[in-house]
């Protein structure tokens, strides 16, 4: 089974950039999107029905901002909006679906924004949503998958030193992956490859990702009781249509 994660940063304009080609010819199990910036009436997806998908939206109540959407070939057997708080819900950021045998959650969590201004929204949404993995967890193993706005280690960004104190690589959020790793969850890239230069987002400016100048903010979190159904992880950086690149999780076709 191939799950497949991407922050599209708006997925209305990355159709003609690259997204369809890549979900017609990879045609991933799930493919769980972030960032869409838009609600279900306003995309053009006849042409995923046609392959076989099953679409669920969560989309932010402000209009062209945020959102989820999660696209399975396997109809899940519950499909569950947020995470409960009504403090963190209003903006379509976390989207479940529910499998046999785990639970899938699709999460675009907040960014801290320049200067840290909304890094106390963050630090608490990052203890919320913990909360909440861990309690889908208790009764059968999750999957979370999707664009975390942190880089954990200085391995996943090209200049550690210069971001220490910037949004997605300041102590307080990489303390926010950690507390996920205590919780029990693994991050299936790492687990496989622990090599330098291997990131899923680059700034439009100044060519960086022709220079490789990037970040790893993309994940696949797994429950570590889970992992041994897992085949592999990876990153496709071949894959344009946005500032980030697809993340892919394979499981083993017994699991």
Excluded at 83 to 90: A, T
Aim: charged fraction near 25%.
């Amino acid at each position: 089974m191939k799950l497949s994660s991407w922050n599209v940063n708006g997925i209305r304009a990355a159709m003609d950039k690259g997204f369809r080609a890549y979900v017609e010819t990879e045609q991933p199990d799930v493919l769980c999107l972030q960032e869409t910036k838009a609600s279900a009436d306003q995309v053009n997806t006849e042409w995923a029905t046609e392959l076989g998908y099953h679409l669920y939206w969560n989309s932010a109540e402000k209009k062209g901002y945020s959102g989820t959407s999660i696209w399975s070939k396997q109809k899940p057997t519950k499909v569950h909006l947020g995470i409960g708080h009504s403090d963190h819900d209003s903006e379509g950021r976390v989207l479940t679906a529910t499998y046999d045998k785990f639970h899938l959650v699709n999460v675009y969590t907040p960014n801290a924004q320049r200067g840290l201004a909304r890094l106390d929204y963050r630090q608490l949404w990052d203890v919320a949503f913990l909360d909440y993995v861990k309690k889908l967890n208790r009764r059968k193993p999750v999957i979370f998958c999707g664009d975390v706005n942190c880089a954990h280690r200085e391995i996943d960004l090209a200049n550690p030193k210069a971001n220490r104190k910037n949004a997605g690589f300041s102590d307080e959020e990489r303390a926010g992956l950690d507390n996920v790793c205590s919780a029990g969850f693994v991050d299936s890239f790492r687990h496989f490859d622990d090599s330098p230069e291997k990131y899923t987002w680059w700034t439009y400016r100044m060519n960086a990702r022709e220079r490789n100048i990037g970040w790893r903010l993309d994940y696949f979190w797994v429950a570590k009781r889970f992992m041994d159904q897992i085949e592999s992880a990876g990153i496709r950086a071949d894959i344009l249509g946005s500032d980030h690149c697809p993340v892919e999780l394979l499981i083993k076709s017994d699991a």
